[in-house]
């Protein structure tokens, strides 16, 4: 059974960086996508980047591009996400999702994705 485990969120100010991370364990294949998913209070589930095993393509939501970078640890099958100059608009639960299989155009739609983690929760606030 695939498990995903979040780390690293936390309350930050305006400005900071703050880096997250998931850890995956059970995965049998070498075939998939791991993504971040964020969800505001009120507001629907929506990605924010992903990467691909194993070829490491990253795709990004639009409005993110320049603000997340994310990365990999291949032998630890852990992803990052690296986010910079933190808003509040940037306070979410932060959800970690693998998708097996995936095509390019399904990475961005959250209904594809097989696992999903319990979740880490971003607090940007002065």
């Known amino acids: 059974q695939v498990q995903l485990v979040e780390s690293g969120g936390g309350l930050v100010q305006p400005g900071d960086s703050l880096r997250i991370s998931c850890a995956a364990s059970g995965l049998t294949g070498n075939s998939y996508a791991m993504a971040w998913f964020r969800q505001a209070p009120n507001k629907e589930r929506e990605f924010v980047a992903a990467i691909r095993w194993p070829n490491g393509a990253t795709f990004y939501a639009d409005s993110l591009k320049g603000h997340y970078t994310m990365s990999r640890d291949i032998a630890k099958s852990t992803m990052y996400l690296q986010m910079n100059s933190l808003k509040p608009e940037d306070t979410a639960d932060y959800y970690c999702?693998?998708?097996?299989?995936?095509?390019?155009?399904?990475?961005?739609?959250?209904?594809?994705?097989?696992?999903w983690g319990q979740g880490t929760q971003v607090t940007v606030a002065s």
């Open positions: 999702a693998l998708i097996l299989n995936p095509i390019a155009s399904t990475i961005r739609t959250r209904d594809r994705y097989h696992y």
